[in-house]
Structure formats: C-alpha cells, structure tokens
C-alpha cells in the first residue's frame, strides 16, 4: 500500500485531528491561515481554532493577481506561471506561521487549501448552452503539499460543481455542523467582496438549511476607495462613507441588475459587480459627478439592501439572531443599514460562537477538509444547487 494511503487512514481514526485551513478572498489581502483541532465529523463536529494568522500579501503579488482576476481576456501565460507561483507561496506562508507558533510541521496532519479565486461563471452569469457552472482558484495543491511535507486538500469547489452545485457558497456545510443550536433560528452573514449568508433553523433540521449569495459585499467599496485613495485598500470603520449622502437615483440603477431577481441559491463575483458596472450606473444616472463621500454611501446602502432583500425573500422578515463574518462585520455603516431594516434582530460577531469573523472561512475548509477524511453522508435534501456531497482533491507532499 502506498505509505500515505495509509497515512490518510491513520488520521482519519485520530480522536482529534489538526487541520490548517487556508483562505483567500477576493479582496486580495492575504493569506487567512488557520490551525484547527477538530474532533467528530458531520453534524458531532467539534472545532477549536488554535492559532490564526492573516499573511497579508505585498503590493507586487496584489497587482499580479489583478492582471488574470475577474477579467474575461488575459495573458494565459500570466495565469499559468502564477498558478504555481501562489501555490509555493501559500506552502511558504504556512511554514512561516509554524515556525511564528513553535509548531512542528509533523504534527499538523493536513492542509485544507482553498486558492486564489480569480474568476467564478455559473451558468446564469455566463449564458452560454453548452456549459454548466465553473470557476477556478489558482495555487495549485500539489506544491502547498511538496512545500509544507503536508497531505494537502484543495480544489473544493469543483466537487460542488460536479455534483450541480455553483462551487459557492460552501459555508452551509461547516456553518451547520458546527454552528447552529436547537431552538434559535441563526442568519450566518459573510460580507467579503460578495456577501451570502447561511439560514440555520433552530429545528436544526439539515434540509431546511440554505445557503445563497445576495451580491456585493466589500468589492465595490474597497475598489472606489482605492480608485479615490491610492493609499487606502479600503474604508476604515466605514468613516468615509458615513460623511457622504445616498444618491437614490444612481442607488435604483444599481439595484436593477437581473441577478437580484434570479431564482434562489445563486452565486455572483467581481465579474459582474466591478468598476465597470458602477460606471454604467452612473452614466445612466448622470451622475458622474458625486465624490468618493456620496459613491461610498450609496454602495454601502447598496450592499446593505440587497443582502436584506435577499434574507427577507429567501427566509423572510422575523427577528433572526445574526452573526457576521467577513470584512463588512467591521464596517458600522454597512451594518448599520442593514440593522436598520431587521428591528428586532440580534447582531453579534461569530466570535461569540467560538469562531472568530475573520478566521471563519478559513476555519471552514479545516472542517471541509476534516469531512472528507473522517466524515460521512450528510443529507442536505434533494433541493437544487445545494449538493450533499464531501469535497477536496488529496496531493500528496512526497
């Protein structure tokens, strides 16, 4: 038998195993690097994070990876050197935070990669008849695996597709091992560069569990702030956008794209919602005069209309408990504007759950990661883009 075969059965029959689970986001930050234990599978998972680190990324891979993300024409070559280009550098990242943490590499028993996501299409957004859904995350597993002397899994996304997902969103399926809780009915909310949300009843029920993404998060926000402040990768605490004013002309263009009227669960990116499509809106509008204050406030309520809207038409209007994740957890004018259309509602970061906002994502492909070696069938139901399926491609590190 091939020794690692045997080795991937040897952690699969550990009481706790440890899982680093890696995230990289669309706002091209850096690397979300997180050390789980993690005991169980399926809905009996238990998760400890153990150690978490953002490895930010420098100015010259940030514009790099500009070149091939969300754009429909590139250099093929840019796209293929890089492709193993941030799969060594994710594997040199990790070996850093071990070393950072005084942690052996051996005593790490796997890497749950995500990659670098630089262009999703679902069928909806791409309308061709020939194609189904795809998308595609560079930093190929194989040299994270061969960096790190780590079994590695990667490549989640494509299992979801196969199996009539969009490959997005996956946080269902950690979010409902994990967090959900018997008699409280929980909006699980990410605002990353496009915001989804997770809908877990308090029946508990795994085939009322729903997972959708709403539209824009941060990716607007973050590229007019650096279009207007070079020296800023975003709106800190949202403070720019509080001193402007909500255009409503250019907010109702906005708002008139087909995918908020799209049937649910669906998936979107910076493919759609760019610079591009606000300058569209604003030609529309006439509006190309407003300031970085005004555009800001718009697009914040912008954000914050549609992922209400989308709650309120997928789940509906009651008072849910909400716990957010993501860059927009940290933006009081982003929550505001949505806290203002759900009175009665709880807001709370996932902290309070045990899992910090920002290691969230990461912390979900450990438990991803963790199903596919130690985990079972789970039934999601037989609903429509929401597969019950494990996920996460094995490359070996010898």
């Known amino acids: 038998m091939n020794p690692y075969l045997q080795q991937l059965y040897d952690i699969a029959q550990k009481p706790v195993r440890h899982i680093i689970g890696l995230m990289s986001g669309t706002s091209l930050d850096g690397l979300d690097v997180a050390l789980c234990a993690l005991r169980g599978a399926g809905p009996n998972t238990q998760v400890e994070l153990l150690k978490f680190s953002t490895v930010p990324y420098d100015a010259a891979l940030k514009a790099e990876i500009r070149q091939v993300f969300a754009k429909r024409e590139i250099d093929f070559q840019d796209l293929c050197l890089l492709n193993p280009k ?65 079994i590695t899994l990667a490549d989640f996304r494509m299992r979801h597709i196969a199996a009539g997902g969009e490959g997005a969103p996956l946080a269902v399926y950690g979010d409902y091992f994990v967090l959900g809780k018997a008699g409280e009915d929980r909006i699980l909310l990410n605002m990353g560069g496009i915001s989804n949300f997770t809908y877990l009843p308090g029946d508990l029920d795994a085939g009322k569990v729903f997972t959708t993404d709403t539209g824009p998060g941060n990716t607007l926000l973050d590229a007019i702030t650096r279009q207007f402040y070079p020296n ?37 990116g910076p493919e759609v919602f760019n610079l591009g499509y606000l300058q569209a809106a604003q030609e529309k509008t006439n509006t190309q005069h407003l300031g970085a204050p005004d555009l800001l406030r718009t697009l914040v309520q912008f954000s ?36 203002a259309q759900f009175p009665g509602g709880s807001f709370q970061s996932t902290d309070v759950l045990g899992v910090p906002g920002d290691a969230k994502e990461a912390v979900l492909f450990a438990i991803l990661a963790n199903e596919a070696v130690a985990g079972g069938f789970t039934s999601f139901g037989d609903r429509h883009k929401v597969p019950s399926v494990v996920m996460g491609k094995i490359c070996w590190p010898g």
Request: hydrophobic residues 40%; glycine residues 12%.
């Open 86 to 150: 941030i799969g060594i550098l994710h594997g040199q990242m990790i070996n850093a935070c071990l070393l950072e943490w005084g942690i052996p590499a051996a005593e790490v028993d796997l890497v749950a990669s995500h990659g670098q996501t630089v262009y999703h299409a679902p069928k909806t957004q791409h309308g061709l008849a020939e194609y189904g859904n795809t998308t595609l995350q560079i930093g190929d597993g194989d040299h994270v695996a061969h960096t790190t002397g780590i």
């Open 232 to 268: 800023l990768d975003y709106d800190e605490d949202g403070k720019i956008a509080l001193s402007g004013q909500i255009n409503t002309a250019l907010l109702d263009a906005l708002k008139s794209h087909p995918f908020f009227e799209a049937p649910f669960p669906k998936t979107t």
């Open 304 to 339: 914050a209309d549609t992922i209400v809207a989308g709650i309120k038409r997928a789940i509906g209007s009651q008072p849910f408990a909400f716990y957010l994740s993501g860059g927009g957890a940290h933006n009081p004018a982003l929550i505001g504007a949505i806290r």
